[in-house]
């Protein structure tokens, strides 16, 4: 207002200046003193969370971890084959079989480290008793200093399947105790790109100690998953797995799919899944041409085709049990004596 | 006499200014609790930024959401992400002044009434939150509150499933201990 008075004036303009220059350094300075301080207290470089909701997106195992001290226990059931010729209302399409079953227990021993237990139905490699060691090397950080999250995933098996010892080309002829042994290790290479998209490679081993006679041992698979988020709690997620090991004989093809080979033997697991998420839990409604749970099941063994009606429904139930001083493990929560010792001492 | 008033008038107001010390803490404590007869979920930090200026009164806290400590780290994760979405927003921030005519200089311990915006989840609300100032040699040195936050108030969608879980109404409670702000050269 000064300024319109005395327009021109070397003082004014000056007066007007300082008066500002005093109003605006009292106000600046005062919102400045706070952001400073957020700024130096702020950590450099956080990872990122919640690259995944879960330990597994459908049946392949993502980079996440199992938190600290928790058991997670989960309960992982695929129905049978939906659209094949002999599937009518009298199966209900499926669901009154089960593909396969499977029951996981993971223990996260710190952030970094868990290991699981669990067992499986099967669906060619039957009965599997089994246990992993999983371990993330490498997190990645919301400033993509670190560019990706890497996991490793150590598993190996037990089959509890009778021996059938009148058919030397079954996959349960098993003739030696160590046949029954099998191993997966895999690196789950995983990059939240985005609030909403994640995407994972994972290249993976699996060996088998007994294979019939047309197959080999050692089998490498890459796997290519993402999970793209559609609301804050709902989730589309993919998986697809590629064989990479060829094999002269007629099964385990390239794209057999593609090429128009008709009982190509194994075919490589494409799922697709629906992710709701409320709570503690993660809810998976899936679509699925792969019945097995295990690794060394539904990579090696895949007999489904999604051209021939061989896919499937399946979900996962999960409970996380939280261990830990004075907590609770079935509410997750202190218990209430600790509670009121903490209040006591607050006060 | 122009010159003469400007610098009078500048004077005062950088007179103000550094009269206006300003008094922080970069490890306040904030815990809030939720009650319903399903659950009691409950989380603290003590990583909450608190300012106090002496001479205008005016109270400014900022409180990093991802650094609340849940007995369940699985919860944690879902405050995080699904709550609060502390990646989009990852204070709660706090800009008020203390309405009672109080000398901050004067030891004693006073009950405040703190008037300003609360901004939670992206959301501002105005507020009032009644809290206690102790004075010590001169100086602001503890400062506490309790209020409540009402989820709708700032947009915090708890879904259907959840719904019985998780109180509509969060009771929140803070305290800090206030140091001479030094800043950092």
Known sequence: MLVVVLPGNIFSMKFFYTVLLGVCSAGVFGQGIIDEIAESEAPKSEPVTATFKSTRLLHGHTVEMTKPNALDFRIAHRFGDMATPGTNVHTLFGLYSAADIAFTFDYGINKD????????????????????????????????????????????????????????????????????????????????????????????????????????????????????????????????FQPITRNNATFRQYFPMLRGIKNAGYYAPLNLGFEIETGGHVFQINLTNTAGLLEQDYLAYNPNSWAQGQFRLGFCIARTFQFGKGINPWTGRYKKKVREEKKAKDS | MKAFLSFVLSATALFCAAQDVAYSSTNGKVHFYSKTPLEDIEAITQKAIFVVYAGSRKVQAKIPMNTFQFSQKLMQEHFNENYVESDKFPYAIFNGTIEENIDLAKDGEYDITIKGTFD??????????????????????????????????????????????????IKIDLEFTLAKYIPKK
């Not at chain 1, 150590?154 to 099998?182: H, I, M």
Request: proline letters at 3%; one cysteine or more.
């Open chain 1, 113 to 240: 480290l868990s290991v699981g237990l669990g067992w499986n139905k099967g669906t060619v490699y039957r009965e599997s008793w089994f246990g992993n060691v999983k371990y993330k090397v490498l997190k990645q950080t919301k400033d993509f200093k670190i560019p990706l999250t890497i996991t490793l995933l150590a598993q190996g098996a037990v089959t509890g399947v009778k021996r059938q010892n009148s058919l030397p080309s079954s996959l349960e002829y098993l003739p030696k105790w160590y046949n029954r042994f099998s191993y997966t290790v895999q690196a789950m290479i995983a990059v939240k790109a985005t609030d909403w998209l994640s995407i994972q490679l994972t290249p993976s081993f699996v060996w088998r100690n007994f294979v019939t006679s047309n197959d080999k041992n050692g089998l490498f698979v890459l796997g290519l998953s993402a999970r793209a988020k559609v609301s804050k709690r709902c989730a589309i997620v993919f998986e697809y």
């Open chain 2, 120 to 169: 939670l989840h992206g959301v501002k609300q105005e507020r009032v939150i009644k809290g206690k100032l102790t004075v010590k040699n001169g100086e602001p040195a503890l400062g506490s509150a309790a209020f409540d936050v009402k989820l709708a108030d700032h947009k915090i969608k708890i879904p259907k499933a959840v719904f019985l879980n998780i109180a509509e109404v």
